[in-house]
C-alpha cells in the first residue's frame, strides 16, 4: 500500500490502464468510443498545458539563481574554481557522446514506422516537420534576444536561456544587498512557479490517464512496445555515462580499477535504491576518504559541490529523451539546432538541480525539445515511464562526482595525508 502513495507509481499506473482501456475501446468500443475518449482527452490537454505554462518563466528563475550560485561557488576558492571547470567539461562531454551514441543507436535499432505513426497519431501532434533551421549568422545573431519578452513568449527557448545566463552572472557583480535582495525575488519566483507545477502534478494520473487514453485508442499495444524502447535507449544513456565515468577515475584519475569498484559498490547500491545523490553524499564521501585515499577537506568541499550544482548524466539523458522524440516524429534537427539544444542542456542541468524528480524532468527536457523545433506532447507519457531511466540517472550521477573527487584528489598540490578508515 505505501508503494502505491508514490506519485511515479500511481502515474505509471494511469498510464498502463489509460492504454489498456483506449485499445479495448478501439476494438470493441464502437463508433461511440473515440467521440467519448476525444472528450476525457480534453482533460489531458488542458494538463498538458498547465505545465507549459510555467516553463518559460520557471526556466528562467532557476537559471539566474543556479548560475549565480555556482559562480558564488567557483569564487570560494583555487579548488572550487577547479571543481566547477571539471563539472562544465564532463557535462559538455557527456552531452556530446549522448547525442552521438543516441542517434547511432537508433539508427541500428529504430522504433517501428507502425507503432511510431500510431504514437504520433495518439499523442494528436503529427507535425508538419521542423521549422526551417537559420544559417549560422541568423542563428549566431538569435542568440541575444533583442526583446526578451517577445522571445519567450514565441517559445525561443535558447535566446531566453542566454539572457538567464548573462542576468545569473550579473547579479554576482552587484553590491551584496542589492544582488542578495534580486537573487532572493528570483528564488520568490522559482518557488512559485515549483509550487504550481506541484498542483498541476498532483493531477499528474488523471492527465497522464485522459491522454494515455487517446494513445492506446489510435496505437494500440504498439504504443508499449515504443515505450519499452524508450526506457532501454534513455538507460543506456545513463549507462555509458556511468562507464564513461569509470574510465576517467581509471585514466586520469590512476584510480586501480578494483579499487575503484570496491569504492563505488556501496555507493551504486545506495544509488539504486534511493535514486537520489544527496542520499548518497554520506556514503561518497566515506568511500572517497577510505577507498580512493582523498584527503578529507578535498571530499567535503567537492562532493557536496557536486550534489548541489553537478549532475553528470542530466544533459546526456534529457538530450536522449529529446532524440528519441525527434526520431518517432521523423524529424532531423540541424546540426545548429544541436549545438543551441547542447547549450540549453547544460545550462538547465546546472539550474534544475535539487528540483523534484517530475518537475526536473519537464522542466529539464521540454527546452531542449523546443530548442530542437520538438513538440513537447510526448513527455508526460515519457514522464510515466521514467522511474526505470531515473536509476541509471543517479548511477552515473553519483559516479562522475565520485570521478572528480579522485581527479582533483590527485591533482590538488597541498592535499594532506588522507584519513584512514
Known amino acids: 500500500m505505501k508503494l502505491l502513495k508514490s506519485l511515479s507509481v500511481q502515474v505509471l499506473i494511469a498510464l498502463a490502464v489509460g492504454l489498456a482501456v483506449g485499445a ?12 467519448v475518449i476525444e472528450g476525457v482527452e480534453a482533460l489531458g490537454g488542458l494538463w498538458l498545458n498547465a505545465l507549459r505554462m510555467t516553463v518559460v518563466p520557471l526556466i528562467f528563475a532557476v537559471l ?13 576558492g583555487r579548488l572550487a574554481m577547479r571543481a566547477v571547470i571539471w563539472f562544465v567539461a564532463l557535462l559538455l562531454v557527456s552531452a556530446v557522446t549522448s547525442v552521438l551514441l543516441v542517434n547511432g543507436v ?6 517501428g514506422e507502425a507503432a511510431a505513426t500510431a504514437l504520433r497519431a495518439g499523442a494528436q501532434a503529427p507535425p508538419a516537420g521542423v521549422a526551417i533551421a537559420p544559417d549560422f549568422v541568423a542563428w549566431v545573431k538569435s542568440l541575444a534576444p533583442s526583446n526578451p519578452i517577445k522571445a519567450a513568449a514565441e517559445d525561443a527557448i535558447l535566446p531566453v536561456v542566454v539572457f538567464a545566463v548573462f542576468t545569473g552572472f550579473a547579479l554576482t557583480r552587484l553590491p551584496d544587498e542589492r544582488g542578495r535582495t534580486l537573487l532572493e525575488v528570483f528564488q520568490a519566483l522559482g518557488e512559485a512557479m515549483i509550487i504550481i507545477v506541484r498542483w498541476v502534478l498532483l493531477a499528474a494520473p488523471i492527465g497522464v490517464f485522459a491522454l494515455g487514453l487517446g494513445v492506446g485508442l489510435r496505437a494500440g499495444v504498439g504504443a508499449a512496445g515504443v515505450l519499452g524502447h524508450y526506457i532501454v535507449v534513455a538507460s543506456l544513456a545513463g549507462l555509458v555515462i556511468a562507464i564513461l565515468a569509470y574510465v576517467l577515475a581509471v585514466t586520469i584519475g590512476r584510480v586501480p580499477l578494483g579499487r575503484w569498484a570496491r569504492a563505488t559498490s556501496p555507493v551504486l547500491a545506495t544509488a539504486f535504491a534511493t535514486q537520489s545523490s544527496l542520499a548518497c553524499l554520506p556514503a561518497m564521501i566515506e568511500r572517497s576518504r577510505d577507498d580512493l585515499g582523498v584527503p578529507q577537506r ?7 559541490l557536486a550534489v548541489a ?57 521540454a527546452p531542449i525539445c523546443i530548442a530542437l523545433g520538438l513538440p513537447i506532447e510526448l513527455l508526460p507519457i515519457l514522464l510515466a515511464v521514467e522511474v526505470a531511466p531515473d536509476i541509471f540517472r543517479t548511477l552515473g550521477n553519483v559516479s562522475g562526482d565520485m570521478a572528480v573527487t579522485a581527479i582533483l584528489a590527485r591533482d590538488e598540490p597541498q592535499a594532506e595525508p588522507a584519513t584512514q578508515a
Open 298 to 304: 578535498i571530499a567535503n568541499l567537492v562532493l557536496p
Open 309 to 365: 550544482v553537478f549532475r553528470m548524466t542530466s544533459p546526456a539523458v534529457n538530450l536522449a529523451v529529446c532524440v528519441f522524440v525527434a526520431h518517432v516524429y521523423g524529424l532531423h534537427p540541424s546540426m545548429l539546432q544541436y549545438v543551441g539544444a547542447v547549450f540549453v542542456a547544460l545550462a538547465v542541468s546546472v539550474g534544475s538541480v535539487g528540483l523534484p524528480g517530475q518537475v526536473s524532468f519537464i522542466v529539464s527536457v
Open 106 to 111: 537508433l539508427a541500428v535499432w529504430p522504433v
Open 64 to 76: 539566474v539563481t543556479g548560475i549565480a550560485q555556482v559562480s558564488d561557488a567557483a569564487a570560494t
Open 24 to 35: 479495448v475501446a478501439a476494438v470493441y468500443g464502437g463508433d461511440g468510443a473515440p467521440k
